[in-house]
């Protein structure tokens, strides 16, 4: 079954430190590699899209990787801010066309001041 | 900056009556989604849509659901006899050209069934 974990389910960290935040997938075929972020209440914002050739992906403070060889992507926030608390999702295509799209549960970031 | 829009943003209905949901997607894009989420669960993917026809469809999409794109800016979704189940956020994206470009998500109808 086509399945997204992530980890840690939430993260609490300080105002200016990074962090790191994990997922894991168990999709074939594999199309892209998306991470998102979401506000409470909100539609998600897309952050980064990573095709299977690709194994880094930077916009702004925000770095993601992926290792298509053991099906894992991380997503590597730098000087965090109060404006990054909000659920982080991975979501990943589950066909060829991309257009399947299975997503993780999100890790819920906190960040204080 | 061009957005996709929602409405309404809140919904309540009745077990068994139909609702529609409507989405503007951004002007020059040409694919088009539907998700839903229900409270404190993850987000799920029902159906793409280019062409004026649906190009993949998840297994919750079934025939309670449709999508239609009736004008040259409306995107809605409609289900028939809703279930009490069926009581999530109902996301519409939109992306410009091919499904594997970014796609940008409105804020969101909240639906509610009683």
């Known amino acids: 079954k086509n399945q997204v974990e992530q980890s840690p389910q939430s993260l609490i960290i300080l105002e200016g430190k990074n962090c790191t935040l994990q997922?894991?997938?168990?999709?074939?075929?594999?199309?892209?590699l998306r991470w998102y972020k979401q506000d409470t209440g909100r539609g998600p914002v897309s952050l980064t899209i990573?095709?299977?050739?690709?194994n880094t992906k930077s916009n702004g403070r925000y770095t993601a990787t992926l290792d298509a060889d053991t099906k894992q992507s991380s997503l590597h926030i730098t000087a965090s801010q109060l404006s990054d608390s909000a659920s982080y999702i991975c979501?990943?295509?589950?066909?060829?066309?991309?257009?399947?799209?299975?997503f993780g549960p999100g890790t819920r970031l906190s960040v204080l001041p | 900056e061009p957005e996709v829009t929602q409405t309404p943003s809140h919904q309540v209905t009745q077990m068994g009556q139909e609702v529609i949901l409507r989405c503007v997607p951004i002007?020059?894009?040409?694919?088009f989604y539907w998700y839903r989420q229900i409270l404190g669960q993850k987000v799920e993917f029902l159906v793409s849509?280019?062409?004026?026809?649906?190009?993949?469809k998840s297994e919750i999409f079934d025939d309670q659901f449709s999508v239609e794109r009736p004008d040259g800016s409306n995107f809605t979704l409609k289900i028939r006899s809703t279930k009490l189940e069926d009581s999530a956020m109902y996301f519409c994206a939109s992306s410009e050209v091919f499904s594997q470009e970014t796609q940008y998500f409105g804020p969101g109808t909240r639906l509610l069934v009683l």
């Open positions: 990573m095709t299977f050739s690709e």
């Open positions: 997922c894991n997938y168990t999709v074939s075929p594999f199309s892209n």
């Open positions: 849509f280019y062409n004026n026809e649906i190009s993949e």
């Open positions: 979501v990943v295509s589950a066909d060829n066309y991309g257009q399947n799209f299975v």
């Open positions: 002007s020059n894009h040409l694919y």
